[in-house]
């Protein structure tokens, strides 16, 4: 039976810049079949250890209640997007679940305005939105508007903002995260020499070993309990940033696989 359930969302309303994120999630699915099974890191064939199942496509007003579904089965959801703004719909499903639950963003965006082009739900708003819900600490950040600024300033957020240009320690992210951890993945974390295809690429990002020390440590200090990858926005005949994306969702799921509690009750 398989442990990891993935569940494609190819929901785009609310991109502000380029379009296309709608068809991430195929694209991710489409290079992972060149993937190797066999993990050149863990020394190990994940798809074995813990089984790995993918679901058809998911409309965004069914997400929510699908995800406490798997919860409650055991399983583990791996959510492809799609746009940001699906990330609090998931998180307010694992919180039903996990009462001590933090998440991690990686993102170049802090995305914690309150409202963008009129609406509270947009991909501009989506750390606001999961802050309502529980704690965010967010790192790759490189672009925040003033007013994000302010309001995370006011509330003390900006003592878990931790900017690209000046990375803190990973163990200070990870004193931040509480013991059950979601994570949520911005593929424009990545500096976009690596990763082009998003719709807001800014400079100065993360490099692939940057961002999988911080996934490394946080997987084998604290309990992940899930994840998304959002954002990805393909363009034709330019693979390589699906390929980096289907590589690193293989490689989160090989990290939570050795997890010493991975598949246990919760």
């Known amino acids: 039976m398989a442990q990891f359930v993935i569940l494609p969302v190819p929901f785009e ?9 709608k068809k991430g999630p195929a694209a991710i699915l489409a290079a992972s079949q060149q993937i190797e ?8 064939e994940t798809y074995k250890l813990a089984g790995i199942r993918v679901a058809k496509p998911v409309k965004v007003f069914g997400l929510k209640s699908l995800v406490v579904g798997l919860l409650n089965a055991g399983k583990t959801p791996v959510v492809l997007g799609g746009e940001h703004s699906i990330t609090p719909l998931v998180v307010s499903a694992f919180a039903q679940k996990y009462q001590n639950l933090s998440v991690l963003q990686l993102d ?9 082009q009129g609406s509270k739900n947009s991909h501009a708003c989506a750390m606001r939105r999961t802050l309502e819900i529980c704690p965010v600490v967010q790192a790759g950040i490189r672009n925040i508007a ?16 931790h900017f690209a240009a000046k990375l803190a320690p990973i163990k200070k992210i990870l004193s931040q995260l509480s013991r059950h951890v979601y994570i949520t993945i911005d593929v424009d ?4 020499s690596l990763v082009p295809a ?10 692939w070993d940057q961002v999988l020390d911080i996934l490394r440590a946080v997987c084998a200090k ?15 005949g330019l693979p390589a940033s699906d390929f980096t994306a289907a590589k690193l969702i ?6 939570l696989a050795k997890q010493p509690f991975f598949g246990l009750p919760h």
């Open 198 to 207: 998003t719709g807001t690429p800014e400079p100065g990002g993360l490099f």
């Open 108 to 116: 170049a965006h802090a995305d914690l305005r309150d409202s963008y």
């Open 13 to 21: 309303k609310t991109t502000t810049y380029g379009k296309g994120t």
């Open 250 to 255: 293989y490689r989160l799921m090989g990290y």
């Open 222 to 236: 604290k309990k992940v309990v899930g994840f998304d990858v959002v954002e990805l926005a393909p363009i034709k």
């Open 189 to 192: 974390v990545f500096d976009p």
């Open 37 to 44: 099974t066999f993990d050149e890191e863990l020394l190990q």
């Open 146 to 161: 003033k007013e994000e600024y302010n309001f995370a300033k006011s509330c003390g957020q900006l003592t878990k903002v």
